[in-house]
């Protein structure tokens, strides 16, 4: 999940995370804050949005930054893919 808010719109985020964990999906996170926003941002990701085996959670503070935390997320999620226990 990528985003630069809390959810306000649609259903509550912890509600359709726990749905993907519950179909052993892992959700990870790829926030774009700065500022104070950060600190908040983290938190609600980690409290709402992120969740399974692994999860983590990327950081970006401006738009060069997104781009390479994107990367970083997509890489490590392919990798995790050819683990052998990964579903």
Known sequence: MVADGVSNIGRCARVDRNVAMARGITVNGLI??????????TRYFRREVIGGAASFLELSTNNEQFTNAMLRKMLLEMSRLREPNST
Do not use: D, K, S
């Open 32 to 41: 774009m804050a700065h500022g104070p926003a950060i600190e908040l941002m």
